[in-house]
């Protein structure tokens, strides 16, 4: 059974930084496309952040120069550096692969900006 497990999320003041981890298990995700999402209170989940396998990384417009994706040595782990982060940010973040498969959502992680 697959699972995705991610930490890191936490509160911080406007303008500060936070790094998520997802780790995966159950499969080993070397050749897909991780990518990192979010949900905002009272919004669809969106696509935030991707990594290819030879990675080659691709982000949302509001957040492009400020995050920074990566992946680890095992290629089942993924990072999220979040830097000059906004109160629009917050909302719980998740892993998953892209394109995202419903069985493999794990519990995300809260990130919330606040001063």
């Known amino acids: 059974q697959v699972q995705f497990v991610e930490s890191g999320g936490g509160l911080v003041q406007p303008g500060g930084s936070l790094r998520l981890s997802c780790t995966a298990s159950?499969?080993?995700?070397?050749?897909?496309?991780m990518a990192w999402y979010r949900q905002a209170p009272g919004k669809q989940r969106e696509l935030v952040a991707t990594?290819?396998?030879?990675?080659?990384?691709n982000y949302t417009n509001s957040v492009k120069g400020r995050f920074t994706i990566s992946r680890g040595n095992s290629k089942n782990t993924a990072y999220l550096q979040m830097n000059s982060l906004q109160p629009e940010d917050t909302a719980v973040y998740y892993c998953?692969?892209?394109?995202?498969?419903?069985?493999?959502w794990g519990q995300g992680t809260q990130v919330t900006v606040s001063s």
């Open positions: 998953n692969i892209d394109p995202s498969v419903e069985n493999y």
């Open positions: 159950g499969y080993i995700f070397g050749r897909y496309t």
């Open positions: 990594i290819t396998f030879r990675g080659t990384t």
